[in-house]
């Protein structure tokens, strides 16, 4: 499959998110440390991103390093965070050539500093890219990040900016570190794990899911390309009938 074969361009998902599983479990079975598995998944980064500004999607997450990865042994967390970095600088060229903006979020201030410092610089080198806006999810966690929600609204309670009654769905995605982009519509987990993993718990509310065996470090274009075909033959309901969606 290439870009070409989806013509239908107002049919594709405007947010795609994925949990990138199975780096371990690759270098494992290539007789190498966990650590090449996470930088052979690198290459499968590079390629998810450069499809999505092809197909001209405009958000792709991806769940880079959760909070409960901070209990990994202490050397593959160093060797991730100095991953992180390199990569985001060494993949400049890449940003810059498919007009990708790099945005990060999650519990940053718990990031080492010069992880932060990398993350930023890049962050400042691709602000005015107008095509894909590629997330890394980092020390990011679904429930904190409610959390945070919960207090930021409070906060607005307590202050008088905000009425109790005036809390609904809409003032609470706005506090969520996605606020201003669409909800993911393509949530794909790589390694047949069938799990969400609180990732995005309130923005998954209507995604469709798609769980694949292949190990991220072995997931490629076709497979992207293959995940999408798969989305655009599902029927997305939102609660109504299938005869209602079809006269749409
Ligand atoms: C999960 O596999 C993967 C991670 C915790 C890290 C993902 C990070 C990368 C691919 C580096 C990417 C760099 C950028 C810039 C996004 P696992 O280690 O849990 O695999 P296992 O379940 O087989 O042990």
Partial sequence: MTAADFTDRQ????????IMDGNGRWARAHGMKRIFGHREGVRAV?????????????????????????????????????????????????????????????????LPVFCRKGLSNAMKET??????????????????ELVHVVRTLAERVQTGVLKTEEIDAEQIAASTYTAGMPDPELMIRTSGE??????????????????????W????K???????SDYLTRERRFGKTGEQIQKI
């Avoid at 049919?11 to 994925?18: D, F, T, Y």
């Avoid at 990994?72 to 007009?99: G, H, I, S, W």
């Avoid at 602000?127 to 966690?141: C, E, F, P, Q």
């Fill in 11 to 18: 049919k594709l998902p405007r947010h795609i998110a994925i």
């Fill in 127 to 144: 602000i005015h890219h107008t095509g894909l806006t590629l997330n890394l999810a980092l020390s990011y966690s679904a429930r904190n």
């Fill in 194 to 215: 069938k799990r969400i993993s609180n990732f995005l718990l309130w923005q998954l509310a209507y995604a469709e899911l798609y769980f694949t065996p292949v190990l």
């Fill in 222 to 228: 076709e497979h992207l390309y293959q995940a999408i």
């Fill in 46 to 110: 590079r390629e998810c991103a450069e499809v999505c500004a092809e197909l001209h999607i405009p958000y792709l997450t991806l769940y880079a390093f959760s909070a409960e990865n901070w209990s990994r042994p202490r050397e593959e967390v160093n060797a991730l965070m100095r991953l992180l970095v390199d990569t985001v600088t060494a993949e400049m060229d890449t940003f810059k050539r498919n007009n990708i903006r790099l945005n990060a979020f999650g519990a940053l201030d718990e």
């Fill in 217 to 220: 470090p072995d997931f490629n």
